[in-house]
């Protein structure tokens, strides 16, 4: 009788463990607040493209990549847009921060067309949740 019950505990014990590990896997996408640029901020070709933001997951911080693509509006001049590469910086922790980061270059082009742009915020973390932020920006 014994050996029943010791037979149908060791069934039981993996799917106790598997139920358990479903309850702590991290499905919640990380956060990231920007203080730094608002909202159509505009800047002049020639300056600097700054960032400074807060990040906070529940469980582990991984990573933010920043993204620049054009607006929907049109954007103005005979020069390219800029496409600078994606910039990527490690976080840690459940809570981490970008203060007064300098993004893509240390100066924005003084050849690339003006105009509206967005800058995109991918945050990850360990568990590969995500977010994005996205930041309307003027570039003259």
């Known amino acids: 009788m014994i050996k029943k019950y010791i037979i149908g505990i060791m069934f039981l ?20 607040v920007v203080s730094l640029p608002t909202d159509n901020t505009v800047y002049t070709r020639g300056n600097t493209l700054m960032f400074t933001g807060e990040f906070t997951d529940d ?3 991984k990573e933010c990549t920043f993204y620049l693509s054009q607006g929907l509006k049109a954007s103005r001049g005979w ?21 007064e980061q ?3 270059e240390l100066a924005i082009p003084a050849d690339i067309k ?19 932020t996205e930041i309307p920006i003027m570039i003259k």
């Open 13 to 32: 014990l993996p799917l106790l463990a598997a139920c358990e590990k479903d309850k702590l896997e991290d499905s919640t996408p990380p956060e990231a």
């Open 114 to 132: 003006s105009g509206d742009y967005i800058l995109s915020i991918l945050t990850v973390d360990k568990a590969l949740n995500y977010s994005t």
């Open 59 to 61: 469980v582990e911080l």
């Open 102 to 104: 300098y993004l893509f």
């Open 79 to 99: 020069d390219d847009p800029w496409e600078p590469s994606p910039q990527t910086f490690p976080l840690s922790g459940k809570e981490d921060s970008l203060v």
